[in-house]
């Protein structure tokens, strides 16, 4: 049970004194009835609530897909830069939704946000084997070696042995190779880093699948959507 207006501000319907206000003026109705007392206990998933005519749709979390730009860092604040969460409508960001993981400043492509801790949790958890999919352009060619070094599971520059990784040759790319890497870590740029361990560097990065989700080409740079009931049960294993 939680109080009304404390439901109604988290859903973006005003502050808790604006809401004050609406509830004396008889402009609440919870369950058919006009309410006059802000503070009443509802059960929000399962009471009926019509705030100045409109229904109201609760909803405890947010699921969210978005094409990570270059430039944004992966934060919820940042002093300096825009973060993923600046680049939010407001009926978005009133859910204080997180990135799941993280994508450098620098690396594009497919990052989640959501408010859901429990989910967060799993998905980032090396212990449940979340494949993370990346394409990459490498400034030298990438060899049956490197792929043979990835699987083993590369030790990066402050000792760190990274677990077994699958890399896979796409083509060449000017002087360089265009590859697929999947890993289930997330540490600190740690594809560049596991190129860098076998003497090679990463000019272009973008996450193109996570766990069962690709990256939806529809989406342009710096654009997001809400995921689909059916692609949050993919993502929760139901």
Request: hydrophobic share 35%.
């Amino acid at each position: 049970m939680e109080r009304i207006d404390k439901v109604l501000s988290n859903l973006g319907y005003g502050s808790r004194k604006e809401l004050k206000g609406i509830v004396k003026k008889g402009l609440v109705k919870v369950n058919g009835e006009v309410i006059k007392d802000n503070g009443l206990q509802i059960d929000p998933e399962k009471d009926k609530i019509i705030i100045n005519g409109e229904e109201v749709y609760y909803r405890k979390h947010i699921y969210l897909l978005m094409n990570k730009p270059e430039g944004v860092v992966s934060a919820t604040c940042d002093k300096y830069d825009t973060t993923v969460v600046d680049l939010l409508e407001a009926e978005d960001a009133i859910f204080e939704p997180f990135p799941i993981g993280r994508l450098d400043k620098d690396t594009v492509g497919l990052l989640l946000l959501t408010n859901d801790g429990e989910l967060n949790h799993r998905l980032i958890s090396p212990k449940w084997h979340v494949d993370k999919v990346y394409y990459a352009r490498i400034d030298k060619v990438v060899t049956e070696s490197d792929i043979k070094q990835f699987k083993k599971g590369v030790v990066l520059d402050d000792g760190y042995k990274c677990m077994p990784g699958k890399l896979e040759i796409i083509g060449d790319y000017k002087e360089g190779s265009e590859v697929h890497i999947t890993i289930q870590e997330g540490k600190f740029h740690q594809v560049k880093r596991m190129f860098e361990s076998v003497g090679k560097k990463v000019i272009y990065l973008r996450r193109v699948k996570f766990g069962p989700l690709d990256i939806d080409e529809n989406l342009e740079e710096g654009q997001y959507r809400e995921l689909t009931d059916e692609e949050i049960n993919l993502l929760k294993g139901n």
